[in-house]
């Protein structure tokens, strides 16, 4: 089993930054970030495999970058430009399975979330 658990979320306005934090009780190959909205289905943000190749959403591209620390198991988030549509519960998600962004929303372990508020 591995514990997942976040930090770093928070309100901003739009425009501006927020860097999600997470760690990890052990590894997993695969490790991304999910987002949902109260009442929709989750959606996968990032994810980044072992060797540290990410894949992201198109609709955060260029905005957000996904790092880890495999030393540490840590998984980072660098979120900039925030949009108000950016709004939603975050959650660490890791597992030992194809790893893409398409595919993480399956992921095995879940943290509890960080929500993240983006005005306008």
């Known amino acids: 089993v591995v514990q997942l658990v976040e930090s770093g979320g928070g309100s901003v306005q739009a425009g501006g930054s927020l860097r999600l934090s997470c760690a990890a009780s052990?590894?997993?190959?695969?490790m991304g970030w999910v987002r949902q909205v109260l009442d929709k289905e989750p959606e996968g943000v990032a994810a980044?495999?072992?060797?540290?190749?990410?894949t992201l959403d198109a609709s955060v591209k260029g905005r957000f970058t996904i790092s880890r620390d495999n030393v540490n198991n840590t998984l980072y988030l660098q979120m900039n430009s925030l949009k108000p549509e950016d709004t939603a519960m975050y959650y660490c998600?890791?597992?030992?399975?194809?790893?893409?962004?398409?595919?993480?929303?399956?992921?095995?372990?879940w943290g509890q979330g960080t929500q993240v508020t983006v005005s306008s």
């Open positions: 052990g590894y997993r190959s695969c």
């Open positions: 998600v890791a597992s030992s399975v194809r790893c893409t962004v398409g595919t993480i929303t399956d992921s095995t372990y």
């Open positions: 980044i495999d072992s060797g540290g190749f990410p």
